[in-house]
């Protein structure tokens, strides 16, 4: 989610039934969904590349360093940029 209209990160604590769209681990861009999160759920771009809702206690928020972010979100861009040609 945005908080204050800044990018967030997770990490994934649990990926017990979805092994093929969650790794442990690894971090996942959250992406803002009042809606999923009244569920308790949270949005996330997965190892498909697309965004789904899982439960929220799979993943911890993490604070990284806008240096780090932008890092993130431009090598995301270029792996989805790939996988489309």
């Known amino acids: 989610m945005k908080k204050n209209g800044k990018i967030q990160f997770a990490v994934c604590l649990n990926n017990k039934g979805y092994p093929a769209s969650l790794e442990v681990g690894k971090l996942y861009r959250v992406i803002a969904d009042e809606e999923a999160a009244k569920e308790n759920l949270l949005r996330v771009v997965d190892e498909s590349g697309d ?7 799979r993943f911890h928020i993490v604070e990284l360093p806008q240096t780090i972010k932008k890092t993130l979100l431009q090598a995301s861009s270029k792996i989805n940029l790939t996988n489309t040609i």
């Open 51 to 57: 965004d789904y809702a899982f439960a929220s206690n």
